[in-house]
């Protein structure tokens, strides 16, 4: 199993900036390398949806809603995945969770908020 920690969540205003950390304790790195991970997020009273992927190999695809604004990375030896979040919008409100595809199957972490607020 991969045990997914998000933290980075918090209260910020339109236009600013968060980041976010999922981190995989649990995990060697030689593993933690292998997995396709990724960002979703689900708004108050909507569906998870969605926010950016970072494949094995370092591939990197975005939400349209995001493009431009937030980046995801991810650092094997700190087994460690970021999301980089610039000019957040009031839409941007949301638990933003964690994703790690493993070869016994797809894991979550816990959630972290975040709320776009004035």
């Known amino acids: 199993q991969v045990y997914l920690v998000e933290s980075g969540g918090g209260l910020v205003q339109p236009g600013g900036s968060l980041r976010l950390s999922c981190a995989a304790p649990?995990?060697?790195?030689?593993?933690?390398?292998?997995?396709?991970m990724g960002w979703y997020r689900q708004p108050p009273g909507k569906e998870r949806e969605l926010v950016a992927l970072?494949?094995?190999?370092?591939?990197?695809t975005y939400a349209d809603s995001v493009k431009g604004r937030f980046t995801v990375s991810k650092n094997n030896s700190r087994k460690v995945l970021y999301l980089q979040m610039i000019d957040l919008k009031h839409e941007g409100t949301a638990v933003y969770f964690c994703?790690?595809?493993?070869?016994?199957?797809?894991?979550w972490g816990q959630g972290t908020q975040v709320a776009v607020a004035s």
């Open positions: 994703n790690a595809q493993a070869t016994d199957g797809s894991y």
């Open positions: 970072h494949s094995s190999g370092g591939t990197k």
């Open positions: 649990r995990s060697i790195t030689s593993t933690f390398s292998g997995y396709d």
